[in-house]
């Protein structure tokens, strides 16, 4: 069940720099649900966002007042009304409150992609891991940022599936922000990376390894491996990985099939193991999972 999340949270707003190796051991941060959408205002000064291992999934941020800055020094980017900015998987989060506007209002969106939006995620780079579009004023902006506004809307309403109503939106918010980006023209992602992207989710369950994904495009491993991670944001096992998970989770909310049945059934053989990888996936276990689902879930702000 979605669990809507009106403020940032796991903030870090400690001092340290990119290459401190204190922090080169920590986790990515994870909001533990599949969607995660709010807006937030920030003021010069005051709290920032800081994650040096960035997180598990995307963020996706639109500036809808004032203006906000990216990184800082060398790696700094400010952002203005029409910018939408991307956070790939494992991306350094830093960002707050533009110091000369002084305030910033963001609306934002933590999610992983559906296989038939990996294209439209591929925007330029503006540092590792993240990247950035403007969209000028005009019908098409009203366009993604109404469906982004009722993305925020659906993830908090009282309405049934939330999460397949907010999950609707963002599609059309990224549909929006393609068409901006002039439709077919500009990068796109690479059509063998796309075919793996579209057999790990047709075919979860079956045994697939690095070098049997590679063979699908013609690639051998470790080239296919560097281009499926610099386009997607995390490696293909990781991937396939999530996408399992995912069929996991639906198949306890929707089947009362027993849990070790549904591990041999995405394809992973050990029940212990699905139990772990559940549990750090979603921040609990299989059965507390399931059990959760069945009772009335309180809203989170």
Not at 14 to 36: G, I, M, Q
Not at 109 to 131: H, K, M, N, R, S
Not at 194 to 218: D, I, M, N
Not at 245 to 253: I, R, V
């Amino acid at each position: 069940m979605l669990v809507a999340i009106n403020h940032a949270i796991n903030r870090w707003t400690s001092a340290k720099k990119y290459d401190d190796p204190a922090v080169a051991t920590l986790r990515p941060v994870s909001f533990h649900v599949e969607l995660a959408a709010g807006r937030t205002v920030m003021a010069a000064g005051g709290a920032a966002v800081w994650r040096p291992t960035g997180m598990d999934g995307w963020i996706l941020n639109y500036t809808a007042a004032g203006s906000g800055r990216i990184g800082s020094g060398s790696r700094r980017m400010t952002t203005r009304v029409g910018d939408f900015i991307l956070f790939q998987p494992l991306a350094v989060h830093d960002y707050g409150a533009d110091a000369e506007v002084g305030h910033w209002t963001h609306m934002w969106v933590y999610f992983f992609p559906q296989p038939t939006w990996t294209e439209w995620l591929t925007w330029p780079e503006i540092a590792p891991g993240i990247v950035h579009l403007s969209v000028s004023a005009g019908s098409v902006r009203d366009r993604a940022v109404a469906a982004f506004t009722e993305l925020i809307a659906a993830a908090h309403g009282p309405w049934p599936r939330p999460l397949t109503l907010a999950a609707n939106y963002l599609e059309q918010t990224l549909l929006w922000c393609d068409v901006a980006r002039g439709g077919p023209a500009g990068q796109r992602l690479d059509a063998r990376i796309q075919r793996a992207v579209e057999t790990c989710h047709a075919h979860f369950s079956k045994p697939w390894t690095v070098s049997g994904l590679a063979r699908l495009g013609g690639l051998s491993p470790s080239r296919f491996a560097h281009l499926f991670t610099a386009q997607l944001g995390v490696s293909p096992l990781v991937y396939l990985e999530h996408v399992r998970l995912q069929a996991a989770q639906s198949q306890l909310l929707g089947t009362g099939r027993r849990i070790a049945d549904i591990a041999a059934a995405v394809g992973i053989s050990d029940p212990a193991w699905f139990a772990q990888r559940f549990r750090k996936r979603f921040g609990q276990s299989p059965r507390a999972f399931r059990s959760a689902t069945m009772r009335d879930q309180p809203d989170y702000e």
